[in-house]
């Protein structure tokens, strides 16, 4: 497999969560994508000076049974 990039993501997968979650003593943005095969969760740290590229991307696979909910 060869990991996705964020913008190929953006362009290729479905958004399915965005929120604010706490980490530790601070907070993260988080994006959740979904294709057939696997989950994105990209990270984006909670700051005055938004950036507009994740810090991180967790790549999941997808169990077969939760391919067909999509």
Known sequence: ???????EIRETCKLIE????LAGKGRLWVEVYRDSEYEYR???PDLDDWSTMPMTI???KLHETQTNLS
């Open 42 to 44: 990209a990270l984006f």
């Open 18 to 21: 965005y929120d604010l979650k």
């Open 1 to 7: 497999m060869i990991n996705k990039g964020y913008v």
């Open 58 to 60: 967790l790549t999941h």
